[in-house]
């Protein structure tokens, strides 16, 4: 099965950028859509951004224009830029697989986590 390998969590202030990278092992033949969730303390767990295979991609609209997923095909990888950031970006982000036909992801990373300090 897919397993997935998230990096590139830390501290940064406000303003500043980081760059999340997931790696996927394992056959993703049917798997369509690789996207990044994110859980914030005290909040429920909601789609940040999506990428599907032909390039189309879904953005929640706090993060529009501020953050920019792609992805690797050739290395089954999927990134997420952030830029400009906020303190209330401020969540453990989490790397997902789905098969199109799906709405709740199947395949989940072990969270990475993003602060953003005032």
């Known amino acids: 099965q897919v397993q997935l390998l998230e990096s590139g969590g830390g501290l940064v202030q406000p303003g500043g950028s980081l760059r999340l990278s997931c790696a996927a092992s394992?056959?993703?033949?049917?798997?369509?859509?690789m996207g990044w969730y994110r859980q914030a303390r005290g909040k429920e767990r909601e789609l940040v951004a999506e990428?599907?295979?032909?390039?189309?991609?879904n953005y929640a609209d706090s993060v529009k224009g501020r953050f920019t997923i792609s992805r690797d095909n050739a290395k089954d990888t999927v990134y997420l830029q952030m830029n400009s950031l906020r303190p209330e970006d401020t969540a453990v982000y989490y790397c997902?697989?789905?098969?199109?036909?799906?709405?709740?992801?199947?395949?989940w990373g072990q969270g990475t986590q993003v602060t953003v300090s005032s």
């Open positions: 394992g056959s993703i033949y049917s798997i369509s859509v």
């Open positions: 997902a697989l789905r098969s199109l036909i799906r709405v709740v992801p199947e395949y």
């Open positions: 990428a599907f295979a032909s390039g189309v991609t």
